[in-house]
């Protein structure tokens, strides 16, 4: 498979699932949301937009319910796609990855996503920014890397 051209520092997402996971923190708010959007392996290209249950059902932690996460993987795999954002809410501090969220981070080629509903931005009439960051978690350390949204990917 040919490799991607958006490998790097940055996370190229398109409009309708950037809006897909800004929904869903809402949604969730108090809790925190959680989720993954898969894509063809190797492509780097967020594709298919998978809200998951946050089974800790907490406001200041989130949970793959162990079960749930097996048949994603093994659909995945079906379908050769592989987690390209792994994405989670905070719904009273900052978007960026908490030390357990570093501990927890096993896929060095996803983008970890954070939204923050702090502030009121978990109301869907709230019209200021939403704090919508990616980062790249690879044996505890944390970059954080640009995110583009696009209304479509170019064609390849």
């Known amino acids: 498979m040919r490799r ?6 940055v996370l190229i997402i398109d409009t309708a699932t950037y809006e897909a996971i800004v929904d869903h923190a809402r949604r969730d708010h108090p ?22 249950l946050n089974a800790a059902m907490s406001p200041t932690f989130y949970e793959f319910d162990s079960g749930d996460l097996f048949r994603l993987y093994k659909e ?15 719904t009273a501090t900052e978007a960026y990855p908490s030390r357990t969220d570093i501990n927890l981070a096993q896929e060095p080629g996803a983008h970890y996503v954070l939204v ?26 944390v970059t954080e890397e640009e995110v583009q949204v696009v209304a479509a990917y170019p064609a390849e």
Do not use: K
């Not at 492509?43 to 809200?51: C, G, L, T």
């Not at 995945?76 to 905070?90: K, L």
């Open 31 to 52: 809790d925190e949301a959680c989720g993954v959007v898969a894509g063809p392996e190797g492509s780097d290209r967020p594709a298919r937009f998978i809200p998951m």
């Open 116 to 141: 923050s509903t702090r502030d009121g931005a978990d109301s869907p009439s709230y019209d200021g920014p939403v704090e919508f960051r990616s980062y790249r978690i690879i044996d505890g350390e």
């Open 76 to 90: 995945m795999d079906s379908r050769d796609e592989e987690p390209v954002v792994i994405y989670h809410s905070h």
């Open 4 to 9: 991607s051209p958006y490998r790097g520092g």
